[in-house]
């Protein structure tokens, strides 16, 4: 299997633009998270899913964010409108029921 | 989830064992101990869990104290590819899936 999958691995964008995170979590994990890591805050949940539903969204930071789940091959997280503060590294993790997570390698946000 | 307290810093000369401390004196019945560790610029790696027993997989060993107030990961020989930023998690099992949340972890140099 390759692993969780991301991309872009790096976005650099202006302010008030629209992002989008994809993620492919590896096949037959049933549980998919969003995480975000900053050097103020270090690694926060965001949300995450289990069979593409989404269960605890109480790391989301605000309205800008959502983040989907359509299947279980693909979830997106959104930031409408960026600002400079979402500036992070987005990881995206699945796992098999609650088995370890596998992380993948990350998206590099840089809002200007 | 247990709070978790670690040492900001370690160092480990080559080859020799690596041994981390964490402290998780409210940890309750049915968390697990969790082990990850972050390898620079990459996303968070699974090392290894536990409940009470001892536990060991090719990676390393985790020790926990008898009270589970603290456990101990111990990297046997480590390498300098060992150098990264080591977290130590509490986390809900049994039908509470609690989410995996990240202190500030210990950061280990393995000096050649």
């Known amino acids: 299997d390759a692993g969780v999958i991301q991309s872009p691995r790096h976005e650099v964008t202006e302010m008030g633009q629209e992002v989008t995170l994809r993620c492919k979590p590896i096949?037959?994990?049933?549980?998919l998270f969003w995480y975000r890591q900053t050097m103020m805050r270090g690694l926060e949940l965001l949300i995450y899913?289990?069979?593409?539903?989404?269960?605890?969204d109480s790391g989301m930071p605000e309205d800008r964010f959502s983040a989907k789940m359509p299947n279980a091959s693909f979830s997106t997280l959104k930031i409408q409108p960026s600002e400079p503060r979402d500036s992070a590294v987005y990881f995206c993790?699945?796992?098999?029921?609650?088995?370890?997570?596998?992380f993948g390698p990350g998206t590099r946000l840089t809002v200007l | 989830d247990a709070k978790t307290t670690q040492p900001p810093s370690m160092d480990c000369a080559e080859g020799r064992a690596a041994n981390l401390p964490c402290n998780h004196s409210?940890?309750?019945?049915?968390?697990?101990v969790y082990w990850y560790r972050q390898i620079h610029s990459q996303g968070p790696q699974y090392i290894i869990h536990g409940l009470k027993n001892n536990e060991t997989n090719e990676m390393a060993s985790l020790i926990i104290t008898e009270d589970r107030k603290s456990s101990t990961l111990i990297l046997p020989h480590a390498t300098l590819r060992d150098t990264a930023v080591y977290y130590c998690?509490?986390?809900?099992?049994?039908?509470?899936?609690?989410?995996?949340?990240f202190g500030q972890g210990t950061i280990l140099t393995v000096h050649p």
């Open positions: 409210t940890i309750s019945g049915n968390e697990y």
């Open positions: 998690i509490g986390r809900a099992g049994g039908t509470s899936y609690g989410k995996l949340t």
């Open positions: 096949s037959g994990h049933d549980y």
């Open positions: 993790a699945s796992s098999f029921l609650r088995n370890e997570q596998f």
């Open positions: 899913f289990n069979n593409n539903v989404p269960i605890d």
